[in-house]
């Protein structure tokens, strides 16, 4: 809780000194009836209480929460999420927000190289929400370089609704193929750097078509994409392609995609060799053998050789000594 509280505390800091021109366009939302909304909201975050009372003087203050048209807000650089916008939760957050407005901003910076337009560090499902409903966002506007938004990407992510095992190897080997110095890269996941090189070679080993095919996948955590991965190297007959793209296969939620393909997947068993016959010389079938790479398996059809079984059982030790006498090297 103390962690999120000062990451929040972090991300709401003060905008003093040389504001960029896109903050000084951003319209205040600061009203009196919004004010009043706001602070009836923050009566639910009692375990929140800093971080709540460190935003109501932001709003106070009506330097720090703005209102964006979406169509100026574009996504992060660094794409996080694999559920997109088509997850329950994103449904009932929409819906939430038609009913009751937004209480909580989101956080934006104003954009590296397009004058007028912001770039979010987080709230893109809310942004994405109101976007939809045809609403304005209420943003918090801070400068942020890009290691800055990948912390306050990553964090708030950590904080407010944990990513998958996935998604945060996914992330972390995005921003890693972006160049993205790896202190950054563990700051922004909250991981060792043990950690975080396992979980990017997981991810490595895996397509990340097929990543993206399975999704989030909540429930599965380190070692078993560490199984599937290992499960594709041994298996490189497996077409995952046309396993993934199939009605079945979407219909299935992120967890159940991910066990299919665990199971398609799976190691093989090596089979026994083909069954041969033990046939007279009159030509009747009256045993089968079955030989595996450890194991010999003997069935005699008792109908056609009545008692011969028990009279084979009966002699095995004898046989057996006999067999062994003849390997024997002969000591004369």
Do not use: C
């Amino acid at each position: 809780m103390s962690k999120r509280r000062d990451a929040m505390r972090d991300m709401l800091a003060p905008i003093t000194g040389g504001a960029s021109d896109a903050m000084r366009q951003a319209k205040p939302a600061v009203q009196s009836g919004a004010l009043l909304s706001m602070n009836r909201a923050f009566e639910s975050l009692t375990q929140d209480a800093e971080a709540a009372e460190a935003l109501r003087a932001q709003i106070a203050a009506g330097a720090a929460i703005v209102e964006l048209d979406p169509a100026d807000i574009e996504a992060s650089f660094v794409k996080d999420r694999l559920d997109g916008f088509a997850s329950q939760d994103f449904l009932e957050l929409q819906e939430s927000l038609s009913q009751h407005g937004q209480i909580l901003p989101v956080l934006v910076r104003p954009h590296p190289t397009s004058r007028g337009k912001y770039q979010i560090a987080f709230g893109h499902r809310r942004v994405e929400a109101i976007r939809r409903l045809g609403l304005k966002v209420k943003a918090v506007v801070r400068e942020l370089d890009d290691d800055g938004l990948i912390v306050a990407q990553g964090k708030e992510n950590l904080e407010r609704k944990d990513l998958s095992f996935i998604e945060r190897a996914l992330f972390g080997l995005r921003l890693e193929e972006r160049g993205v110095k790896r202190e950054t890269i563990l700051a922004a996941l909250s991981v060792h750097k043990g950690n975080l090189s396992t979980m990017i070679s997981i991810v490595r080993s895996i397509p990340e078509g097929l990543i993206v095919a399975i999704g989030p996948a909540p429930k599965i955590g380190r070692p078993r994409w560490e199984q599937l991965a290992t499960n594709l190297a041994a298996r490189k007959d497996v077409d995952w392609m046309s396993l993934v793209n199939t009605p079945s296969y979407e219909k299935l939620s992120s967890d159940e995609r991910f066990e299919k393909v665990m199971r398609e997947t799976a190691p093989r068993r090596v089979r026994p060799e083909a069954h041969s016959h033990v046939v007279t010389k009159t030509g009747i079938k009256f045993a089968e053998v079955e030989r595996g790479a450890k194991k010999t398996r003997l069935v005699i059809d008792e109908q056609r050789v009545p008692e011969f079984a028990a009279y084979l059982v009966d002699r095995l030790p004898e046989l057996l000594e006999t067999f062994q006498a003849q390997r024997r090297p002969d000591k004369n």
